[in-house]
């Protein structure tokens, strides 16, 4: 069977820890920032950890 290759739009996006989970940006804080109130931009500015069946689905893009 040839290689799997890696998905790297998903690649660009995730990174992996030192752990081996799987980290990502939040999503709404790109523009539109001046209606959004400090602790919900405080939030949204922190990474998040991707789990569950999306974290399977992630791995199998990245070819881990």
């Keep these: 069977m040839p290689k ?10 995730i ?3 030192s752990t081996g ?5 939040r999503a709404f804080g ?5 209606g959004k109130g400090k602790g919900r931009k405080r939030n949204i500015k ?4 991707v789990t569950g069946a999306m974290a399977k689905n992630v791995r199998r893009a990245l070819g881990i």
């Design 30 to 34: 790109a523009h539109l920032l001046a």
């Design 4 to 13: 799997m290759k890696t998905h790297k739009g998903t690649a660009k996006r």
């Design 21 to 25: 989970k799987l980290t990502r940006r």
């Design 46 to 49: 922190t990474t998040a950890l």
């Design 15 to 17: 990174k992996i820890t």
